[in-house]
């Protein structure tokens, strides 16, 4: 079983539109991530919760809004969509807040048109 | 604040070179420090990692010695193969600071 799943893994999309990226960590970890890769590969943390709570927003638009119904998952939800958001988002997770090793999600390669 | 420099890249190889790549890093306290790899059209995957001064990381014959006095953690592999072709990203976690800071990460191409 995969410890840290995505959903979808390839999403094509025309600016404008709205759409969310979901994960899902069924190691039992408390604290969850959203990185996102732009075009060059440069990793950069957006947000992170810790048991359901934000703990790191960082200088995202409030076009992207996380969502953490439990601790077990944490989605992405992206309002009007530009074409600046074609990247790749990768969920993660780690078993505390200063856990020593982060697990990283296979990525969702997001593409606005 | 944090940040971790690495070495420009890409960088191409043939089959059983040996493999540098350079890390150093700034970081308020004392950071843990990792490895991850990307293997094209996959995800991250943590290669190796050292948490205090002198720790020595390994996996899959890649090595990484952590120094405080450089401030350096730089990847080493004495033979690299055609399947070690991937972009390899350094970075940092200091404290309880929850996030990890990566460098720019840099491509590697081994040929046959």
């Known amino acids: 079983d995969t410890a840290v799943s995505q959903t979808p893994k390839y999403l094509v999309t025309q600016m404008g539109n709205d759409k969310s990226i979901k994960c899902e960590q069924n190691?039992?970890?408390?604290?969850m991530y959203w990185y996102k890769q732009d075009s060059k590969k440069f990793l950069k943390i957006m947000f992170s919760y810790n048991n359901k709570e934000l703990i790191i927003n960082e200088t995202v638009p409030n076009r992207f809004s996380p969502k953490s119904p439990d601790k077990a998952h944490l989605n992405l939800h992206i309002n009007s969509l530009e074409l600046g958001d074609s990247a790749v988002y990768f969920c993660?997770?780690?078993?505390?807040?200063?856990?020593?090793?982060?697990?990283f999600g296979e990525g969702s390669w997001l593409t606005v048109v | 604040g944090d940040s971790v420099t690495q070495m420009e890249g890409p960088v191409t190889l043939s089959e059983e070179a040996f493999l540098t790549i350079n890390c150093t890093y700034t970081a308020t306290g004392y950071p843990s420090l990792f490895w991850y790899v990307q293997y094209p059209g996959e995800g991250l995957q943590l290669l190796l990692k050292?948490?205090?001064?002198?720790d020595k990381g390994s996996n899959k014959g890649f090595e990484a010695t952590y120094r405080k006095e450089t401030t350096s953690f730089h990847l080493e592999k004495g033979s690299v193969q055609v399947s070690d072709s991937a972009v390899y990203f350094c970075?940092?976690?200091?404290?309880?600071?929850?996030?990890?800071?990566f460098g720019k990460g840099i491509t590697l191409s081994v040929r046959p």
């Open positions: 993660a997770s780690s078993p505390t807040v200063s856990g020593n090793t982060i697990y």
């Open positions: 970075a940092l976690k200091t404290g309880a600071n929850s996030k990890l800071t």
């Open positions: 190691l039992g970890h408390d604290t």
């Open positions: 050292a948490t205090k001064a002198d």
